[in-house]
């Protein structure tokens, strides 16, 4: 079992649907991240949790909403998302988040299309 | 502000050469840097971390920090083509509880 997994890997959806990308992380981290990532930019930090509490949220809109049932599993869930959210989407996990010195692991990334 | 520099390249280097990636960073109050691998189409793989002025080696990759020119570099010896990818910088910024990440540099390694 790889350290963080993501589904679905590839996901098109119209400007109406509703979907959910899901994240699991098998290493026993207590700090979970969405980020992302678009081409010809640096990644940009979406969201944090930290103990399943959300620590930060980087004035991401309310069309993306994320959700952290436990320190293993982390959701962002989709609602009339528009075409410049045509990204890749990357869970990551570290050990704590406290301080920034810890690594960040990531998982392969949704690739999400909006048409 | 809070922001991580690196030139987006391509750098090319021929096989078995020495690939240097650069990376600057805004505030001094700055303690972690790590650096990434993302190969195209690929998630971010982490390389090396370094927390301390002064160089830190492990295999053909060593990092170099210098806080006070609040800069840090990657070398990757006798450079493969496997190593062709991009290398992203992170840093926490100010000592800050997040990472920032720079562009990236995309390495070619050509045989």
């Known amino acids: 079992e790889t350290g963080v997994t993501q589904t679905p890997r590839h996901l098109v959806m119209g400007m109406t649907n509703k979907k959910s990308l899901k994240c699991e992380q098998h290493l026993g981290h207590n700090a979970m991240y969405w980020y992302k990532q678009s081409a010809k930019k640096p990644l940009e930090l979406m969201f944090v949790?930290?103990?399943?509490?959300?620590?930060e949220n980087n004035s991401v809109p309310s069309r993306f909403s994320p959700e952290c049932p436990n320190s293993s599993h982390l959701f962002l869930h989709l609602h009339t998302l528009q075409p410049e959210d045509s990204a890749l989407y990357l869970c990551a996990s570290s050990q704590e988040m406290t301080g920034g010195n810890q690594p960040q692991h990531f998982g392969d990334g949704t690739r999400l299309s909006i048409l | 502000q809070k922001e991580v520099e690196q030139n987006s390249g391509p750098l090319s280097v021929p096989e078995g050469a020495i690939a240097s990636l650069n990376c600057t960073y805004s505030d001094r109050g700055s303690q972690s840097f790590f650096w990434y691998r993302q190969y195209s189409g690929k998630s971010p793989e982490l390389i090396m971390s370094?927390?301390?002025?002064g160089d830190k080696e492990d295999g053909r990759f060593t990092a170099q920090l210098n806080k006070a020119s609040q800069y840090v570099s990657l070398l990757i010896r006798d450079s493969q083509p496997s190593d062709s990818a991009t290398y992203l910088c992170?840093?926490?910024?100010?000592?800050?509880?997040?990472?920032?990440f720079g562009k990236g540099t995309m390495l070619l390694v050509s045989p």
């Open positions: 370094i927390y301390s002025n």
């Open positions: 949790y930290s103990l399943e509490e959300r620590v």
């Open positions: 992170a840093v926490n910024i100010g000592g800050y509880s997040t990472l920032t």
